[in-house]
């Protein structure tokens, strides 16, 4: 039969000497994983990308995930983008337009003299 979940059977043994087999509740365990992870193929995105509303210049935009994120930013009349890891100090990322990743509670702030078009698209 054709193994379709591309990790071995519960039958194989787990050690080379062949003496140790894995107990079923591992073999769902790490089969949840794999499952978990995109079952070996091409990744599949469930998250959408969010569109995400610049009221104000600066717009500062912070990641409230607990996971990273892409801030991607277009269009508009952006004159800086600044990154800051504290909310305090800022680096000046050098572009004005682009696609940024976040990590949980790094920050972006975006000056424009029109409003960009902002996408958070979760990774």
């Given at each position: 039969m054709l193994n379709?979940?591309?990790?071995?059977?519960?039958?194989?043994?787990?050690?080379?000497?062949?003496?140790?087999?894995?107990?079923?509740?591992?073999?769902?365990?790490?089969?949840?994983?794999f499952f978990l992870n995109?079952?070996?193929?091409?990744?599949?995105?469930?998250?959408p990308a969010i569109p995400v509303?610049?009221?104000?210049?600066?717009?500062?935009?912070t990641n409230p995930n607990t996971y990273a994120?892409?801030?991607m930013v277009s269009g508009g009349g952006?004159?800086?983008l600044e990154f800051s890891r504290d909310?305090?100090?800022y680096y000046d990322t050098g572009s004005y337009y682009g696609m940024f990743t976040l990590s949980p509670s790094d920050m972006l702030r975006v000056t424009y003299t029109q409003a960009p078009i902002l996408t958070l698209i979760p990774r």
């Open positions: 379709i979940t591309q990790i071995p059977s519960s039958r194989v043994p787990i050690t080379e000497d062949g003496e140790a087999l894995i107990s079923r509740e591992w073999y769902r365990f790490l089969y949840n994983l995109g079952s070996g193929g091409p990744p599949t995105y469930a998250n509303i610049a009221t104000e210049s600066p717009f500062r935009y994120v892409d801030l952006v004159s800086k909310g305090t100090t």
